[in-house]
């Protein structure tokens, strides 16, 4: 402990922090003995043992055997991942194309009918969305009222058609 600063020593000696570290130290090894107690005896090292045990009885493979399960092991991994690169690069293509392409006919749109209109339409589609939502907002209020607090949703659907 001499690299650290004086201050630093200071604090770490003090009687609270040596009482708390004796104390941690003492259940963070009781409760690392049941868990070994617990989970890790019964669920890992005993099957090891009895694999291992096993095995030990029957002819273990040799070493051309180990490698070639290797190599096939890592030339199938490499294949998965080409196969997952693949896969994502076409995807992320199909992203692009759809984000420039849908950027692109916006600015068409834009350009096509003016800046103005294309505002007024912008601000049309806003209220449409905005009533949509002011809307659900209402019948989930009107339900929750209904339904005694009961949440959101728990409107039910009319014979006749709509929602209660």
């Known amino acids: 402990m001499d690299f650290l600063p004086e201050n630093l020593q200071s604090f770490l000696q003090h009687p609270t922090i040596?009482?708390?570290?004796?104390?941690?130290?003492?259940?963070?090894?009781t409760q690392l003995s049941n868990i070994r107690t617990a989970y890790v005896q019964p669920y890992l090292i005993a099957p090891l043992s009895t694999l291992l045990t096993t095995t030990?009885?029957?002819a273990?493979?040799?070493?051309?055997?180990v490698l070639m399960f290797v190599t096939i092991l890592f030339i199938s991994l490499r294949i998965l991942d080409y196969a997952r690169r693949l896969v994502m690069f076409w995807v992320m293509l199909a992203f692009r194309v759809f984000f420039w392409g849908s950027l692109l006919g916006?600015?068409?749109?834009?350009?096509t009918v003016g800046v103005e209109n294309a505002g007024r339409d912008i601000g049309w589609i806003w209220g449409v969305v905005?009533?949509?939502?002011?809307?659900?907002?209402?019948?989930?209020?009107?339900?929750?009222?209904?339904?005694?607090?009961?949440?959101?949703?728990?409107?039910?659907?009319?014979?006749?058609?709509?929602?209660?």
Do not use: E, H, I
């Open 18 to 29: 040596s009482y708390l570290r004796s104390t941690t130290q003492g259940q963070l090894t």
């Open 106 to 111: 916006l600015c068409w749109y834009v350009y």
């Open 130 to 164: 905005m009533g949509f939502v002011q809307d659900f907002q209402a019948r989930a209020a009107a339900s929750a009222a209904n339904s005694g607090g009961a949440g959101a949703g728990a409107g039910s659907w009319k014979k006749g058609g709509g929602w209660s």
């Open 60 to 65: 273990m493979p040799d070493l051309l055997t």
């Open 56 to 58: 030990s009885t029957t």
